[in-house]
């Protein structure tokens, strides 16, 4: 019962241009939204977060938005860097939290 | 601050055997929890505590896999035994409390041969 999906295994865009990556989920009842960042051999990283009271959160380069009606999410990343290069995972959260499988983006110099 | 940290980074074994995995969250945290994360998918839960009580183990297979906090600190998990289709990585986090950001350790690659 996959509730979190990210249906791009993959992205690659230019160094400087925008990165955007996607995820839907099914669960209405999920109030939290999470992305993290995970390199080679370490564990996933936070990277940003939205409350479902909220449509957009913007930390430096980094942009989430979140479309409740679509149970629709993504993540802009502006301007893409090389060392953005990574696994992008999607979570969901009411109680417990529902991961996507992944994006990796690759940034090209 | 120092992070959550796991140990072994990685085990090899072979089936029938048993393992455990160690865990030592981020100091002050007083939810933890233990993920299995298969090739090309995402976390996916198989304990929570809070404290030193499992508010959810539904995920846990229970005739081979079990988990301890005690003092509600450190946290360790088994497998007894081991089976081939265990291999994955074991991902231990931690959070202030539940349904926010969680922070997660390095995790341990498991093999089983």
């Known amino acids: 019962d996959q509730q979190v999906k990210q249906n791009s295994p993959s992205l690659s865009v230019q160094e400087g241009r925008i990165s955007i990556l996607n995820c839907d989920y099914t669960?209405?009842?999920?109030?939290?939204f999470l992305w993290y960042k995970k390199y080679p051999a370490e564990g996933p990283t936070f990277l940003i977060s939205?409350?479902?009271?909220?449509d957009k959160n913007e930390d430096g380069r980094f942009t989430v938005f979140l479309n409740k009606s679509a149970k629709h999410l993504s993540l802009h990343i502006v301007p893409s860097q090389p060392g953005d290069s990574a696994v992008y995972f999607c979570a969901a959260s009411y109680n417990d939290m529902r991961f996507g499988a992944g994006t990796r983006l690759t940034v090209k110099p | 601050e120092a992070g959550v940290v796991q140990s072994p980074r990685y085990k090899i074994i072979e089936k029938k055997q048993p393992v455990a995995f160690w865990c030592n969250p981020i100091s002050g945290h007083n939810t933890l929890y233990w993920y299995l994360q298969n090739l090309g998918q995402g976390p996916e839960l198989l304990i929570r505590?809070?404290?030193?009580?499992?508010?959810?183990d539904s995920q846990l297979p229970k005739d081979r896999f079990s988990a301890e906090r005690l003092k509600g600190v450190d946290s360790t998990l088994k497998i007894q035994p081991a089976e081939l289709g265990d291999s994955a990585v074991y991902l231990c986090?931690?959070?202030?409390?539940?349904?926010?950001?969680?922070?997660f350790g390095p995790g341990t690659r498991l093999t089983v041969t």
């Open positions: 986090a931690s959070s202030l409390k539940t349904g926010i950001e969680q922070y």
């Open positions: 939205i409350s479902s009271i909220k």
């Open positions: 505590y809070e404290n030193e009580e499992a508010v959810d």
């Open positions: 669960n209405s009842m999920f109030d939290y």
